[in-house]
Each structure stands twice: as C-alpha cells, then as structure tokens.
C-alpha cells in the first residue's frame, strides 16, 4: 500500500476509533475494530473508491454492528451486566465535544443506557447525535432507507431523554460536588451522603470484578449505605488492591469521577451523575479488563493533587 493510502487512513483514524468506541463502549474492541479497517482498507479497489472517509465510515460502522450482534456480544451484554470502558479527559477516543449531544453521547450514563437500543438504533443515534450526519448518510451508512433512519434515532433519542438522570454541570462546580460527597463517604457520615443525593439516586458497580452480576442500589438510603462501604479501609481492601490507595478526582467520559490508586496504577473509578447540585447516579467500574486503557493514559496523565492520600 502506498504511502498516499496510509496517510489518508492516518488521517481518519482517531475520527474512526471515536465512532467504534461509541458504539462498543470499549476502548479495546474499537481499536481491534480500527485495526480490521485497515487490514481491508489495504486490500480494497480504492481506485473505485469515490470517498475514503465514506467508505472507511461504513466498514467501521458494520464491524462494530457485527460485534453487536454476535452471540458472544449479546451474552456478555445481557441483562445490562456491563458497564463501559471508562476514558480520561483528553483521551482522542473521546472524540467531537463541541456540543452538548457529542459531549452526552460518550458520557458513561448514557453509554450504559445505549445498551438498551438495538445495534441499528445505537449506530443510528451515534451518527446523528455525536457526528451530525445527515439522515440520507446515515441511510447509506446503515443500507436501510432514510425514513428508517429517522425512526431509529427518534427511538433512541427518547429512550436516552427519558432514562437520563444527570444534567450537564461545569467542571468546577462538579468537582466541588464531588469532594463534598467523598469527604463524607470517607468520613462515615452517612446522614451527610443521603442529604446529598437526589431522591431517586442510583448506584451500579461491578464489584471490583468479581461479583458474577452487577450490583444496584436504588434508593437514597441503600446508596449512601453502598458508597459508605465502598469507601471504609479495611485490610482486605488493601490487599485485593495491592496497597494503600491514593485518591484523585478527574473527568472521566466528561463526567467528575473518583480515581483510586495504588504504586501509580488505576485499580477503580467511579463516575459521578449530577443533577441540582446532588448526586443522581454513580457507576462504579474496577474490572481490570475495563481499566486497561485508563491506565495507558494515565501514566501521561498529570493528575491535580489527591483528596485522600493515605487510605
């Protein structure tokens, strides 16, 4: 392959694993799905390749719906056992974030929520809300009609508005939000935890991985119960994490999150919803399969000063 037809790939790519990340909720599988473009991107006829980023959007698009819609797919999936692969502030992955529907797209509340849409409605929705295309693209990109298009994305737009819990909030006030709550987690006042959270707060976490399901709490009482638990130190603790952990308060997927850290490496993250200055959903991800990439960046990354330093 010429260097002409790299460079034009190279220069799709970072647009490409962005779309792929958005419809797989996971940083791994979209640059394996990248990886596959380009295998046939080096093999295609692109002599009769009127458009590149056309034609490399498509095959994105279908590897990334095969994917869904794979037996193995729809059983990790099932029953919304699955949360997504958590990105830091500044990961390219994230991709465009100029408006609030790009910016809500890849937040991990409404990626999780995404799990409920068909494959056709997610990838509907993606391309409409998150890269502005119009519906007679997407029609070609999907091969269904435009009319179809514009069911799919009607779908999944009120699906996604109706089951949101969150508003989008600045970062200083978010971040100023989050320390209140973990200051009170860390503390054991949990009367200061349920003050703090909304009416109909949620919580979901994997149970540092091995729980077999995930875990959910659904009323204001059993949430600050959850995260006063979560966040008490014990010996066990300690040793499931391999030391004493450190905490910082980053973005992650746009979102204010708790990191918590041990030797330098990522061992979980919970991202925060928040919504008239409360806590309205948390989500709570410590698979080590999941934090692979979170950790990548990581070691780039030059976090602000921990809020607990000596758990």
């Known amino acids: 392959?010429?260097?002409?037809?790299?460079?034009?790939?190279?220069?799709?790519?970072?647009?490409?694993?962005?779309?792929?990340?958005?419809?797989?909720?996971?940083?791994?599988?979209?640059?394996?799905?990248?990886?596959?473009?380009?295998?046939?991107?080096?093999?295609?006829?692109?002599?009769?390749?009127?458009?590149?980023?056309?034609?490399?959007?498509?095959?994105?698009?279908?590897?990334?719906?095969?994917?869904?819609?794979?037996?193995?797919?729809?059983?990790?999936?099932?029953?919304?056992?699955?949360?997504?692969?958590?990105?830091?502030?500044?990961?390219?992955?994230?991709?465009?974030?100029?408006?609030?529907?790009?910016?809500?797209?890849?937040?991990?509340?409404?990626?999780?929520?995404?799990?409920?849409?068909?494959?056709?409605?997610?990838?509907?929705?993606?391309?409409?809300?998150?890269?502005?295309?119009?519906?007679?693209?997407?029609?070609?990109?999907?091969?269904?009609?435009?009319?179809?298009?514009?069911?799919?994305?009607?779908?999944?737009?009120?699906?996604?508005?109706?089951?949101?819990?969150?508003?989008?909030?600045?970062?200083?006030?978010?971040?100023?939000?989050?320390e209140e709550f973990f200051a009170a987690a860390a503390s054991g006042r949990t009367e200061r935890l349920v003050a703090m959270l909304t009416a109909d707060a949620t919580a979901v976490s994997d149970g540092y991985g091995l729980a077999s399901r995930l875990l959910r709490y659904t009323t204001r009482e059993r949430v600050a119960s959850y995260v006063r638990a979560g966040f008490k130190p014990t010996p066990q603790k300690r040793r499931l994490a391999g030391g004493t952990l450190v905490f910082h308060v980053a973005l992650v997927n746009g979102s204010p999150a708790v990191i918590a850290v041990t030797n330098d490496r990522i061992v979980g993250a919970v991202a925060f919803e928040v919504r008239d200055g409360k806590v309205a959903a948390l989500h709570g991800i410590a698979a080590a399969d999941r934090l692979v990439h979170l950790n990548r960046t990581w070691q780039q990354h030059k976090p602000d000063a921990p809020v607990l330093s000596a758990w």
């Open 1 to 178: 392959m010429d260097s002409t037809a790299i460079d034009r790939f190279e220069a799709n790519r970072s647009r490409l694993a962005s779309l792929a990340y958005r419809l797989l909720g996971s940083a791994a599988d979209a640059e394996d799905a990248v990886q596959d473009v380009f295998l046939r991107w080096q093999t295609a006829d692109r002599e009769h390749v009127e458009v590149p980023e056309a034609w490399l959007t498509k095959v994105v698009t279908h590897l990334c719906l095969d994917r869904l819609r794979s037996a193995q797919a729809r059983h990790e999936r099932a029953a919304g056992d699955w949360l997504p692969e958590p990105l830091l502030e500044g990961d390219p992955m994230l991709g465009p974030a100029e408006t609030f529907e790009q910016r809500e797209s890849v937040s991990v509340a409404v990626l999780t929520l995404m799990e409920r849409l068909s494959p056709l409605e997610r990838a509907a929705y993606v391309l409409r809300e998150a890269f502005s295309y119009p519906h007679a693209e997407i029609a070609q990109i999907l091969d269904i009609t435009e009319s179809a298009s514009q069911q799919h994305v009607h779908r999944a737009r009120r699906r996604v508005t109706a089951e949101r819990r969150g508003d989008e909030v600045d970062p200083v006030s978010a971040r100023r939000i989050v």
